[in-house]
């Protein structure tokens, strides 16, 4: 059965560290996507990266309303134009922001069983797959921000550690 994790908060060091290649699939990593995408709905989110559960492993697992999936060693092979969406992050809880990215993007990968995974996506998944692939090289959504938004977060969060860490 599936159990849920914490989820890890901007601050975290792991958050920031360039997460490892996945050279086997065994059963503990079958066992990590199946937790990941059980913390994924309960929080709920669309997306949800093995850095934000602790874990330094490239694995990332989605959902954006059409059905669960998985993609290990995923790399971003192309992308085109431009799109706003205002986009948040679990590890950033109860923020948003108004963002440009590519708006289609053709990622490649594998999938549990070991299958090569090479797919176009656009829109919600296609920022959703930009999203959690950052989350694998330590970049979180406050770094593509600009400066003015970035300030404007940071003093937030800033002020909330310091709720956080008095009381
Ligand atoms: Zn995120």
Known sequence: MASSYPIRIIGDPVLRQ?????TNITPALVKLAQDMLETMYEAPGVGLAAP???V??????YDIGDGPGVVINPTILESDGEWVYKEGCLSIPDMAWDLVRPKTVRLAGID???NDID???DELLARCFQHEVDHLDGVLVVERLNDDQRKEAMKIIRKRDMVATQG
């Open 112 to 114: 549990l069983d070991g």
């Open 56 to 61: 330094g492993r490239r694995i990332f697992v």
């Open 18 to 22: 360039r997460s490892s290649e996945i």
């Open 119 to 121: 797919m176009e996506a």
């Open 52 to 54: 934000q559960v602790g």
